[in-house]
């Protein structure tokens, strides 16, 4: 080993791999030594300085070392950044960014469950691919039934994400929300609601947005209307699949949360893989929530929202 230190042949090594091209069998053999010690030449080559590897990253994406930072602190698999936008041009980069990371993780056969909502639609209308999966299913986790922002219900965005990949989907016939607690344990006890939530329960991925609180949220918005808003949230800071949430990541106790037409956070937390999908400063304390609970194991979201996030 004492050929470690000869630092000419480290230089010698390091020339032969990095800027000619040569490969660590071609350079055992030329310089008669085994394969196994060329990997411990360049290993200390690095350490000694004699190489110095730099990734040029920040015109190709800057966000790294921030989606590193955000990764660390919430212990999460995996924070993929886009560029926050004051338009809806940042929602189309969420919705292209997860659509990339859906298509990465996905294998023929899963079952890959889905909420609803307008980041999740664009999700779903950037979702492009040449590669199709018959196998695979696509299942609604919330109902979504009636006029009001059809688009975004789950039913059509896992209908639209099945078209394109050719794969298979189930539809949920479910309002949304319910009259009464007892209404809601009759619909999700019929069979066919049923087997909806049993199937989505044995998901292998997850995707879902996280709504802030009920005044920001598209469909809760709607159906607090059709209540007259009595339904009480002082204490939720957001939803995922429109189960309120306070701000420890549990589910809140209120009427809202008894009546909805959901998988419960529980089944969730029970998918391998969850996706969470959101960006906003009225996000920040739902997002939060999400992640200190351990609800989802992958953030994708905006810069301005990563680095609010380090700040809470």
Known sequence: MALLGDRRLLVKIAHMYYEEGATQSEIASAIGVSRSLISKYLTK???????EIIIHEQDD??????????EKRYGLREVICVEANESDASKNRLGAAASNYLLRMIRNGQTIG??????LYEVATAMASSQYFPELQFIPLVGGMG???????????VAKLAEVLKAKCKLLHAPVLVDSKEAREIIVNQSS????????????????????????????????????????YENVVGDICYNFINEDGRAADNDWNDRVISMDLEHVKQ???????ASGREKIKAIKAALTANLIHVLITDDVTARMLLEA
């Not at 889905?114 to 980041?119: A, F, L």
């Open 45 to 51: 080559a690095r350490e000694a300085g004699v190489v």
């Open 61 to 70: 994406h800057p966000y790294t070392g921030l989606e590193s930072k955000v």
């Open 114 to 119: 889905i909420s609803s909502g307008t980041t």
């Open 147 to 157: 006029d009001e922002r059809v688009d975004i219900h789950a039913n059509q965005i």
């Open 193 to 232: 609601i049923k087997s909806i939530f049993e199937a989505g329960a044995r998901a292998d991925i997850a995707m879902v947005g996280i709504g802030g609180t009920p005044e920001h949220s598209t469909m809760v918005k709607s159906y607090l209307q059709q209540t007259n808003g009595v339904i009480e």
């Open 271 to 277: 998918i391998p893989l969850v996706i969470g999908v």
